[in-house]
């Protein structure tokens, strides 16, 4: 790739976020989207993946195509444009935007990838479609990419719509479209919406992107636990919650998303749900700097986890929410520790089921870990600039 790598003697992050970048580029990226097998869901994330990664001789046809792929995707090109100038990474992000608006559908909506999931329309997919389109709209302000936000905006209020709970001061987004019920929900839902609705309103200034916030709000405030832990997923009655699912992973990317909503509209209300996060998540890697992989377990190690955490603590104590930098550290040079010379991973995941490792590439989890190093690397870029300012500064003082 071309571009200017100068900044690279200022961030120890920014080299091996290139040397995954250009594996994905090599490996998953066809031009128009990022594509590539996933762990997916159910039988293949229970046995399915662990047969493929062993047989990995055979070529195995599970090409998939998702959303949140992409979101991330479109992110991370944009991000080594930022820090490199390299022009390479914009055609990349504006050309996977074409590739997502193509994919739209006229309802305004993502279709689901995965085939155990046929015919539903999940919530997170259109956010981060979306949410790729906006940032995109943000740099090269081509109205198509606005317009299809908006068609999602709008399909979320038909379509999708917000489970209502007793309390009327109270919404949940719904998981899936026409799905609806009264009750329940899943927070990390409710958190990447309020993402998105931010986003909307930052670039449109239109107050109505923001009038469901507030419920939504109110409702994760109400069903956080004491912990400071959100629970994964309530149900109509309280023998159907289920609380504890991926804890420290689902609730590092719900900060992430909060944290976006809160620096774009400054609401308070969401403090306190960010405090009470921060300390949790600071409880949710081990000695070795791993993602713990959930409330009870140590392990599965799961490397996609791990970075996740690590970028929620660093933006806790970017907020003054604690001082967790040194935890994040050790928990990015476990990740990295597994980067191969090739710049993928090692290993997805491994200590499943006490001894089997997951070996296979997953685009998906890999552009995640890639947008969080060029996070740190954008953040050390804008430390180095103003260690240089001073440093001048007391020169001529």
């Known amino acids: 790739m071309s571009g200017n790598h100068t900044v690279s003697r200022q961030s120890p992050y920014l080299q091996p976020a290139l040397a995954l970048h250009q594996f994905l580029v090599k490996t998953h990226w066809n031009g128009k989207v990022l594509t590539g097998p996933d762990p997916g869901?159910?039988?293949?994330t229970r046995v399915g993946r662990f047969v493929k990664s062993y047989l990995s001789i055979v070529p195995w046809s599970d090409n998939l195509v998702y959303m949140q792929a992409q979101g991330y995707w479109i992110f991370d090109n944009w991000q080594i444009f930022d820090v490199t100038n390299n022009e390479d990474a914009k055609s990349i992000a504006l050309a996977c935007a074409d590739g997502v608006v193509a994919l739209q559908q006229p309802e305004g909506y993502w279709e689901y990838p995965n085939p155990e999931w046929k015919d539903r329309i999940a919530t997170v997919e259109g956010c981060f479609a979306a949410?790729?389109?906006?940032e995109t709209f943000s740099r090269h302000e081509?109205?198509?990419?606005?317009?299809?936000?908006?068609?999602?905006?709008?399909?979320?209020l038909s379509d999708i719509g917000f489970r209502k709970q007793e309390n009327k001061a109270?919404?949940?987004?719904?998981?899936?479209?026409?799905r609806s019920g009264d009750g329940g929900g899943v927070p990390n839902n409710s958190t990447l919406l309020l993402w998105f609705l931010a986003r909307m309103y930052q670039l449109t200034n239109e107050s109505r992107y923001l009038e469901p916030c507030k419920k939504m709000i109110a409702w994760l405030a109400h069903v956080q636990l004491p912990s400071g832990e959100l629970p994964y997923a309530l149900g109509n009655s309280?023998?159907?919650?289920?609380?504890?699912?991926?804890?420290?992973?689902y609730n590092a990317f719900e900060f992430m998303d909060l944290v976006h909503y809160h620096k774009i509209t400054g609401d308070q209300d969401v403090w306190s749900i960010?405090?009470?996060?921060?300390?949790?998540?600071?409880?949710?890697?081990?000695e070795e700097g791993k993602a713990r992989f959930d409330c009870l377990h140590e392990t599965?190690?799961?490397?996609?986890?791990?970075?996740?955490?690590?970028?929620a603590l660093n933006q806790a104590t970017e907020l003054e929410l604690g001082n967790y930098r040194a935890l994040a550290e050790r928990a990015f040079k476990q990740v990295l520790s597994n980067q191969r010379d090739d710049g993928g991973l090692a290993y997805h995941s491994r200590k499943n089921y006490g001894c089997l490792t997951d070996r296979r590439s997953?685009?998906?989890?890999?552009?995640?870990?890639?947008?969080?190093?060029?996070r740190e690397s954008q953040n050390h870029c804008r430390a180095e600039k103003i260690a240089d300012k001073k440093r001048h500064h007391d020169a001529q003082v």
């Open 41 to 44: 869901i159910r039988f293949n």
């Open 131 to 134: 949410l790729g389109l906006l």
């Open 142 to 156: 081509d109205e198509r990419y606005l317009d299809a936000a908006r068609r999602w905006f709008e399909y979320v």
């Open 170 to 178: 109270m919404w949940a987004i719904n998981y899936f479209a026409h």
């Open 238 to 249: 309280p023998d159907k919650d289920k609380t504890h699912f991926l804890c420290f992973q």
């Open 274 to 286: 960010l405090e009470k996060l921060s300390q949790y998540l600071s409880t949710g890697l081990t």
């Open 300 to 311: 599965p190690d799961v490397p996609y986890y791990t970075m996740a955490i690590a970028t």
């Open 362 to 374: 997953y685009p998906r989890y890999l552009a995640m870990i890639l947008h969080h190093l060029l």
